[in-house]
Nanobody, 126 residues
Framework: QVHLVESGGGSVQAGGSLRLSCAAS????????MGWFRQAPGRERELVAA????????YYADSVKGRFTISRDNAANTVYLQMNSLNPEDTAVYFC???????????????????WGQGTQVTVSS
């Protein structure tokens, strides 16, 4: 059974940085694409960033390009999201997700991801 646990959320002032981590267990981590989603109150869930199973391809939403960096450590079964230059619009619950199928290539498609963590709150104050 896939188990995803996020950590690293918190409160930060605008312009600050946070690093989210997601520890995965339950199956061979290195075979699956990973993603970070977020959902703010009253808004739809948004795919923020994703990384392919090899780590060779990444995807970023336009709203975070140049500020967020996704990375993975397959030896540690962990995916990270480095968030810089945060602004209040980044305030949301951030969720880690894993692709349903191995070797997924369409990492910019929400439907690729079928397993989710519980989420971690990120609050950015102005």
């Amino acid at each position: 059974q896939v188990h995803l646990v996020e950590s690293g959320g918190g409160s930060v002032q605008a312009g600050g940085s946070l690093r989210l981590s997601c520890a995965a267990s339950g199956r061979a981590f290195s075979l699956y694409a990973m993603g970070w989603f977020r959902q703010a109150p009253g808004r739809e869930r948004e795919l923020v960033a994703a990384i392919s199973w090899r780590g060779s391809s990444t995807y970023y939403a336009d709203s975070v390009k140049g500020r967020f960096t996704i990375s993975r450590d397959n030896a540690a079964n962990t995916v990270y999201l480095q968030m810089n230059s945060l602004n209040p619009e980044d305030t949301a619950v951030y969720f880690c997700a894993q692709s349903t199928d191995p070797f997924s290539v369409l990492i910019n498609r929400e439907r690729v991801f079928g397993y989710w963590g519980q989420g971690t709150q990120v609050t950015v104050s102005s």
